[in-house]
């Protein structure tokens, strides 16, 4: 995901947890015109820094058929609250199966520290979560849910961003 802060755009990505087992969401600063890295990739937090992070195996998660070890985290998203609190959406698997949680930066920029919420913000099988705003103005919430062994299917919630944390709200149906 892009970033923009203090006149700079970085890229927030993961460093994938099959490379290094203990997943990380890291950043780089990219050139004015986007077009290439002008800094070397720094590490924002790990998964295991999240209580509600769970270990693949011990969820009996296989990848690709295979039971590969590690915390995954996956789909980071950075946004502020309505009193400028800057906070992280971002996925892992959780205690029931997949998750998405909230980390904030206690010094308001993408420097951090970061800080993980106890619990994971939704913790029932969803996850990637973007949050965006309506043409009428409504915050929401977009996030890939599964039921079962189906298929995942898009959820729209709402979201309250006006306090100094993310509150999830009620399921939305345009």
Excluded: C
């Amino acid at each position: 995901t892009l970033w923009n802060e203090g006149g700079k755009t970085y890229l927030v990505f993961v460093h994938e947890w099959l490379q290094i087992i203990d997943g990380r969401i890291e950043y780089v600063e990219l050139s004015s015109d986007l077009s290439e890295t002008i800094s070397k990739p720094k590490t924002l937090f790990r998964a295991t820094e999240a209580e509600w992070a769970k270990e693949m195996n011990s969820n009996n998660e296989a990848t690709y058929g295979m039971k590969i070890p590690g915390w995954v985290t996956d789909g980071p998203q950075l946004f502020r609250t309505g009193t400028g609190r800057l906070g992280m959406l971002w996925s892992s698997w959780g205690e029931h199966r997949y998750a998405e949680g909230v980390a904030y930066s206690e010094s308001g920029t993408i420097d951090g520290p970061w800080v993980q919420q106890n619990n994971s913000f939704k913790g029932d099988n969803s996850g990637h979560g973007m949050l965006f705003k309506t043409f009428d103005g409504k915050d929401l919430l977009v996030i890939h849910h599964q039921e079962g062994n189906g298929p995942r299917k898009p959820q729209l919630w709402t979201v309250d961003l006006s306090g100094d944390k993310l509150v999830l709200g009620e399921r939305y149906y345009p």
